[in-house]
């Protein structure tokens, strides 16, 4: 399955949404959508999960790049929605614990039509 992330900017948060799999072939157009939205001044992120089937070392690499990059400026990058075995790879590295993000569930939805 390919992987592919999208996202729509919700206030002062930046939500994305992957779906597929999350591996070292992928990881760089995930830096990449998390470089485009530093570069725009969103360092607040939330990245949806529910549609992630796989995610490898390369993926949880990624995840804390992205962090640490947005901590650096003031913000975060937090995720949603994990569930099966990406939850069970995020529990394992311990990012559930320290990514995890315990508000508005709803808030990765899009919102209209042609949000990137």
């Known amino acids: 399955m390919?992987?592919?992330v999208s996202y729509v900017l919700r206030d002062a948060v930046a939500c994305l949404r992957l779906e597929g799999e999350l591996d070292m072939a992928?990881?760089?157009e995930l830096n990449a959508a998390i470089d485009?939205?530093?570069a725009d001044g969103r360092f607040r992120l939330l990245a949806d999960l529910a549609?992630?089937?796989f995610c490898d070392s390369s993926g949880l690499a990624a995840f804390?790049?992205?962090d640490n990059q947005s901590a650096a400026a003031g913000g975060w990058l937090r995720f949603t929605g994990a569930h099966?075995?990406?939850l069970r790879v995020l529990e394992i590295s311990?990012?559930?614990e320290v990514l995890r993000y315990d508000g508005d569930p709803?808030?990765?939805a899009p919102t209209a039509p042609g949000d990137r």
């Open 2 to 4: 390919t992987f592919t």
């Open 26 to 28: 992928a990881a760089p």
């Open 36 to 38: 485009r939205l530093h």
């Open 51 to 53: 549609g992630l089937t």
């Open 64 to 66: 804390v790049r992205g």
């Open 84 to 86: 099966g075995r990406v």
């Open 94 to 96: 311990g990012l559930a």
């Open 106 to 108: 709803d808030m990765s």
